[in-house]
C-alpha cells in the first residue's frame, strides 16, 4: 500500500525536493557543522517509542503522554493494527518497527533474502501498521550493515514516500548514510533510554538526551514501554518546555536537520 493519504504536509514538502541527496556545503567562512552554533538555537528533542503492539496497558500509558511521541509498532504483535488506528485518530505519529536479523519472524529481513521477499515481507508489515508514516530498525544490528539490502529500501521508501529512522543498532550501519546518499528524508539516533530499564538509569539518560541537546541543539530519542521509562516520561515530559526543551515530532525533526548527520555519527553533516 502506498498511503501517501497518510502523511503529514511537512513529509510531503521535504519528500519533495526540500531535502538533497547530499547536505548542502558550507558557505566560506561557515562552520563546517551547523550544530556548532547550537547555543543560539532552540534546543529539540523527539521522542520514540519502540516495540509496541503487545500490551494494552502499555500501549495506553503511551497513548496518553501529552506531546509528539512517535509509536513505533511491531507488526507481528497482537495490538499491531488496532493500536496504530488508535494512535492515528489521536493524532500521534505511526512508525512501523520493521524487524530486521537477528530478530525473526515472517516479517523479519535477514541477509541473502531475494529482493521480491523483502518487498513482500515489507508489504504484509505495512499492511498490519496501517497510517504508518516511516520505518525504523527492530534490531537490525546485521541487516543495517548490508549496503545492497539499505540501498534497496531506501529507494523503496522514497518511491512511498516513507522516512526512515536509523535506530543505530549497530556501529557498523550504513542505514543513515544511504539514506542521506538517496536525499531520503531520515534520522539516525542519538540517545536510547532504557538499556538498563531502571527509573534511575532512566531519569540519568532523559538527562543525558537533555544536555545533547543543549548541546548539538537537537536530540533524537528512543525508548520502550517498559514501567521504569513509562513512569520517567510521564513525570519528566511535561517539565521539558520549563527546561528550555522544545520537544518536536519526528518529521519536524526531519526538516531541522535537513539529512545531517550529528557529531557522533559523521563529519560535517556527512555521515560515516
Not at 516513507?162 to 539516525?188: E, P
Not at 533510554?193 to 540519568?204: G, H, I, K, S
Request: aromatic share 4%.
Amino acid at each position: 500500500m502506498t498511503g501517501v493519504r497518510f502523511l503529514a504536509p511537512l513529509l510531503l514538502a521535504l519528500l519533495s525536493g526540500a531535502l538533497a541527496a547530499q547536505p548542502a556545503a558550507p558557505a566560506a567562512g561557515e562552520p563546517t557543522d551547523r550544530h556548532a552554533q547550537a547555543s543560539t538555537a532552540p534546543a529539540r528533542l523527539t521522542l520514540i517509542i519502540d516495540d509496541l503492539g503487545q500490551t494494552p496497558s502499555r500501549d495506553r500509558r503511551v497513548l496518553a503522554l501529552p506531546g509528539p511521541v512517535a509509536l513505533a509498532i511491531l507488526p507481528d504483535t497482537p495490538h499491531a493494527t488496532q493500536l496504530a488506528e488508535e494512535a492515528h485518530r489521536n493524532g500521534k505519529t505511526v512508525m512501523l518497527h520493521l524487524p530486521m536479523d537477528p530478530a525473526g519472524g515472517r516479517y523479519a529481513w535477514h541477509p541473502g533474502l531475494p529482493v521480491d521477499e523483502l518487498e513482500k515481507r515489507l508489504d504484509a508489515a505495512f499492511d498490519a501498521v496501517p497510517h504508518a508514516h516511516g520505518v525504523n530498525n527492530h534490531m537490525g544490528s546485521r541487516m543495517t550493515a548490508d549496503a545492497t539490502a539499505m540501498s534497496w529500501l531506501m529507494g523503496e521508501l522514497q518511491r512511498r514516500h516513507r522516512f526512515f529512522i536509523d535506530s543505530r543498532t549497530s556501529t557498523a550501519t550504513v542505514a543513515g548514510a544511504t539514506a542521506q546518499r538517496v536525499g531520503l528524508a531520515s534520522l539516525s539516533r542519538d540517545v536510547f533510554l532504557d538499556n538498563e530499564p531502571t527509573a534511575e538509569a532512566v531519569a540519568e539518560q532523559l538527562e543525558r538526551a537533555v544536555e545533547l541537546a543543549r548541546k548539538q541543539g537537537s536530540v533524537v530519542v528512543i525508548g520502550h514501554p517498559y514501567p521504569a521509562t513509562l513512569d520517567v516520561l510521564e513525570r519528566e515530559l511535561p517539565r521539558l518546555a520549563a527546561r528550555g526543551i522544545d520537544w518536536i515530532g519526528v518529521e519536524q525533526m526531519i526538516a531541522v536537520r535537513g539529512n545531517r548527520a550529528m557529531a557522533a555519527h559523521g563529519k560535517g553533516g556527512i555521515y560515516r
